[in-house]
């Protein structure tokens, strides 16, 4: 057998394995809960810090907008780092196997956005760095109201993210289209074509940094069509929990 036909055997017995231990302990969920509490915790604390500088409604919408942008972008670009990650014997494997899975049936169980909220923004555990930096840069050194403002505002934004992926996938209500079509949410049409095509539109806020990325997703990356998306080629479909 060819090297890359014994690699991928190698890599989808990995997949299943790492999927075995994701369902079957509690840690991962567990370890789950545990970082989106981090993370909501430490965006209120992030809030009560920012709140009391005022710099003023133009300021405000510029930074918010600055925001959207670099949010879409760097989540974008997490995305497109774990999409192509196949260290499934890792300590993380369970969790990069799981993740993977958002390729093959996007299933949301539909819960209040709230909830999806606290769930969504349990993966993301690289947001708890952040945020803690951003906490200790906050505290620690004498940042201007403005910058105060962006930081804070890309740690809150980053979860949004995960509700406007969730949204794009399980609603059809007029709120949702209008703020889709007014680019504060993902597009259906936009972000169908991630699990359409491959290596394209990584971006999940509102899809607005979708060209630089995928200009870098071509640039540096194979693509997930031929590489991590065979890797979940023998999982059961019905063993698939709804995340
Ligand atoms: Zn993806
Ligand atoms: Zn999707």
Known sequence: METHIVDEKLKQMQFNNAMASYSSRGLYK???????????TLQAVLVYLVVPYSIGLFAQVLVIICAYLSTDFINGLTHMYMDHNDHYDSLAGPLIANFHLHHKIPKYKIN????????????????????????????????????????????????????????????????????????????????????????????????????????????FYPGYKNTTDKHYAYYDALNTESR
């Open 30 to 40: 567990g370890f789950g809960y545990l970082v989106a509490l981090a993370n909501i």
């Open 112 to 219: 209040p956005i709230l909830i999806v909220y606290f769930v969504e923004t349990g993966s993301k555990v690289w947001l708890v760095v952040y945020l803690a930096m951003v906490m200790a840069l906050l505290c620690m050194f004498p940042v201007t109201p403005m910058l105060a403002y962006f930081l804070v505002y890309i740690g809150i934004l980053s979860s949004l993210a995960e509700v406007s992926h969730y949204l794009c996938h399980t609603s059809n209500s007029r709120l949702t289209l209008i703020f889709s079509q007014y680019g504060l949410l993902l597009s259906k049409k936009h972000h169908a074509r991630h699990h359409l095509e491959d290596n394209v539109n990584y971006a999940f806020l509102n899809g607005w940094s979708d060209q630089l990325l995928n200009l870098i997703a071509k640039q």
